[in-house]
């Protein structure tokens, strides 16, 4: 029945592999339990109920991508957009959180549409290869700064810069009273207990894949865990089983009126600006690594993988949190070997696990799956060897793609300098056939976005 449905043979995998597959990269998104209810509950909305429509959106999209479109892609509400909601819906704020969740399902209502009418699948064969492999490889970079970011081996620095005569100017003098800061990204403290886990942890899980050892990312995450125990970093002496409360959900309580009349169209744009190039990156980038694109870099069930996305907004925000999304660290599945629907039905039929054992997955400490991140990280870069860099007309555009990417912290922003500096380079070198006309559009898009919404 497993190799009927997810054919299995064909895709040169098996059972226990594509189980294994799945198990990662649930480890490596777990967080997601966590951190989601943390900041959605910023808005008034409860805890509990968070992390149930966490647990319930996660489970049920991430199981139909599995079963319609058979790619081993995991969905969660996505971090950076679940903040912009809390941003949005700041408790005491002018909108609700109603009003919120009614704007990220319109936002799912929208992106049907284009699936629908085959305008996000023209993405995949407008965009050209170069920029697809570009893709995948700043995505691994991206993977990697989380790692570092969350175990602490990479951490933010505050130093004091002092005032210049252009903001004493801009201030009438009164900034010369004041002290200016200025944040930075530099090496953590290595000696802390966190960061010196997940060196050991990636050491360890470095080793297990130099020796090809099956399953090396999934045991690394466990062998972590439990090497944190007496380095106090795994909190296991607060542990406590105890099921999540659901008295007070927050299913079916979203505000579409309230989204429109309180004026939240460019609450509503920007969901469905940042979430469109999010998830054609996290598409194209995770199917490349599982080998599931042919040369042109296309595959006939992306357009069924838009629609189960889609159709996955709405329905988390029918269930109460922000925009469901594909999810880049389902490359650690696929750098475990997954290649099918079965690791994505895996992964999903553990989040709705998770219901049950949350208790247990909240042990898991991020020094235990950054090292997974980081190593998935460079399985993804390895892509940069496919893209011409003979050609700058197609590597200057790859590498903004991959590098604007990691850098401002948004896969949008890079696609979108991608796409822009593509189109420019090959009108002024005289190669305009090969811009495909959709391109065209996206180039004015991505300006009009930057120009009169702003770059947040």
């Known amino acids: 029945m497993l190799e009927k449905l997810f054919k299995l043979r064909e895709r040169n995998t098996t059972v226990g592999t594509e189980i294994i597959a799945g198990l990662t990269t649930f480890m490596t998104m777990a967080y997601i339990l966590a951190v989601n209810p943390g900041i959605l509950s910023t808005t008034g909305m409860d805890y509990d109920a968070v992390f149930f429509a966490t647990c319930v959106a996660a489970g049920i999209v991430t199981i139909a991508m599995g079963l319609f479109v058979n790619f081993p892609i995991a969905l969660a509400p996505g971090m950076g957009l679940n903040a912009y909601f809390a941003v949005v819906a700041a408790k005491g704020g002018e909108f609700t959180w109603q009003a919120a969740l009614g704007a990220v399902f319109i936002s799912g209502i929208i992106f049907l549409i284009l699936t629908v009418t085959n305008i996000r699948q023209l993405l995949v064969v407008a965009v050209p290869n170069s920029l697809k492999k570009a893709i ?31 903001t004493l100017n801009k201030t009438n003098g009164i900034a010369g009273s004041l002290l200016f800061f ?66 007070n959900l927050a299913v079916g309580k979203l505000d579409i009126m309230g989204a429109l009349e309180h004026g939240l169209i460019a609450v509503v744009l920007t969901f469905t600006f940042v979430e469109l190039f999010d998830t054609f990156g996290t598409l194209v980038g995770t199917a490349g690594r599982a080998g599931l694109l042919d040369e042109t870099g296309n595959n006939p069930y992306i357009g069924r993988a838009m629609l189960v996305d889609a159709l996955g907004v709405s329905f988390g925000a029918l269930m109460g949190t922000s925009t469901v999304t594909a999810y880049i660290e389902s490359a650690a599945g696929i750098g475990e070997g997954g290649r099918t629907g079965l690791t994505a039905v895996t992964t999903g039929v553990l989040f709705l696990a998770a219901l049950f054992l949350a208790p247990f997955f909240k042990l898991i400490p991020d020094a235990a799956t950054a090292p997974a991140l980081i190593i998935v990280g460079l399985l993804m870069a390895s892509a940069i060897k496919e893209i011409d860099f003979d050609d700058f007309t197609e590597s200057m555009p790859a590498f903004l793609t991959m590098t604007v990417m990691p850098f401002t912290y948004n896969i949008a922003n890079g696609i979108s300098a991608g796409i822009v500096f593509y189109t420019v380079l090959k009108v002024v070198t005289g190669r305009t056939k090969e811009v495909h006309w959709l391109m065209w559009i996206l180039t004015a898009l991505v300006l009009s976005r930057y120009v009169f919404i702003g770059a947040e």
């Open 182 to 247: 200025e944040w930075d990204l530099k090496l953590g403290n290595l000696t802390h207990a966190e960061p010196l886990l997940a060196l050991i942890g990636l050491a360890i899980t470095g080793i297990l894949m130099a020796r090809r050892v099956k399953g090396s990312l999934l045991w690394g995450i466990i062998l972590t865990t439990l090497i944190g125990i007496p380095m106090g970093v795994t909190p296991i002496d607060k542990f406590q089983y105890a099921l999540p409360k659901l008295s």
């Open 136 to 166: 995948t490889v700043g995505i691994g970079l991206f993977i990697t700064i989380i790692g570092f970011k969350t175990s602490h081996l990479l951490v933010a620095g505050l130093h004091v810069i002092p005032p210049t005569l252009e």
